[in-house]
């Protein structure tokens, strides 16, 4: 059995292509990584994406481990600096609405929960609890994958993912779903 923590990476810069975290997301990350260092963390994976593997320095520092990346762990899809603002909502929207829809960049919301999926699958045999720092998009996916559409808030498939906000899986069972619990009260 394996606790699985999956965090939304920390608040991040407003910009194109691969952005780094805000003032606020350091302060977020430092939070989130206090929290994981009180429950034990026994290992830690990151996607390769700025923001995750920034959040992921946090936790590695708090918690004095190494940070494992991941491709299977980057978002749905990433905002590229030729592609018009527009075009990349729209493409996320119908991501959203249809999961087998595939935009012009990235994966279809099934293709990304399936590989999410099969990551935690592979790390099902590490130490425990696991730690990984991901992506809000794709961990909607991979909720929907694991409990349906039906098991989550709309405000997650509208709003995605609060910053930093961690969803707990006891193996591939959902437990809670992005808890901030951790930021409130200056933890």
């Known amino acids: ?40 963390i026994g290992a830690l994976f990151s996607s390769p994406l700025r923001r995750a593997h920034e959040t992921a320095q946090f936790i590695a520092s708090e918690c004095r481990l190494q940070i494992q990346e991941d491709a299977r762990l980057r978002e749905r899809m990433n ?9 990349f909502l729209a493409d996320w929207a119908a991501t959203v609405r249809d999961r087998g829809y595939v935009p012009r960049s990235g994966d279809s919301s099934h293709q990304a929960g399936d590989r999410f999926l099969a990551c935690l699958t592979d790390l099902a045999g590490e130490p425990g609890p696991v730690a990984v720092v991901t992506h809000g998009g794709v961990t909607v996916d991979l909720l929907r994958t694991l409990a349906g559409d039906d098991a989550l808030e709309d405000s997650l498939l509208r709003e995605g993912v609060p910053s930093c906000a961690v969803t707990t899986l006891d193996d591939l069972s959902v437990v809670n ?10 933890r």
């Open 1 to 40: 059995m394996t606790i699985f923590y999956l965090v939304q990476h920390a608040e991040k810069e407003r910009q194109l292509g691969d952005p780094g975290l805000t003032v606020l997301g350091r302060q977020q990350a430092a939070r989130t990584a206090k929290h994981l260092q009180d429950i034990g």
């Open 79 to 87: 905002w590229a600096n030729d592609e018009p603002i527009a075009e």
């Open 177 to 186: 779903v992005a808890s901030q619990v951790h930021l409130q009260d200056g």
